[in-house]
C-alpha cells in the first residue's frame, strides 16, 4: 500500500472512470482502453476491495453539449464523501475537486 493511502480512504468505493473522448477513439484505440481496465488491478493491489469502473461515458466528448451523467454523478459522489477523491485512469481528472463549486 502506498504512504499516502491510508485506512479512511480505503473504507469509501474507487471508481475507475474509463474515458476515450469520441467514437473514433473507441473504435480504433482499443489497446489504451484495455490499459484502463487495467487500472482496476492496481487499485485492488493499493488494498481497494469495492471497485466500480465506469465506461458509461465512452465516446461523449467533454466539449460537446451531450450529458455526461455518470461524470456528474461521480463528482456528486465524490463531493457527498461518498467516493475518495479520484482520478480516472489517464489522469486528467483532479484529485481536487472543489465540491464547493458543483
Known sequence: MSDKIKPH???RKA???????SADQVIHNRGSRS?????RG???V???SDIEISDDDL???AASTAPRARFERMVAEVCLGKVERWRHARYRASRATD???Q
Request: glycine letters at 8%; hydrophobic letters at 45%; aromatic letters at 12%.
Open 9 to 11: 480512504h480505503l473504507q
Open 42 to 44: 492496481r487499485l485492488a
Open 99 to 101: 465540491c464547493d463549486s
Open 15 to 21: 471508481v475507475l472512470y474509463i474515458r476515450q473522448s
Open 46 to 48: 493499493l488494498g481497494w
Open 59 to 61: 465516446g461523449i466528448s
Open 35 to 39: 490499459l484502463q481496465y487495467a487500472m
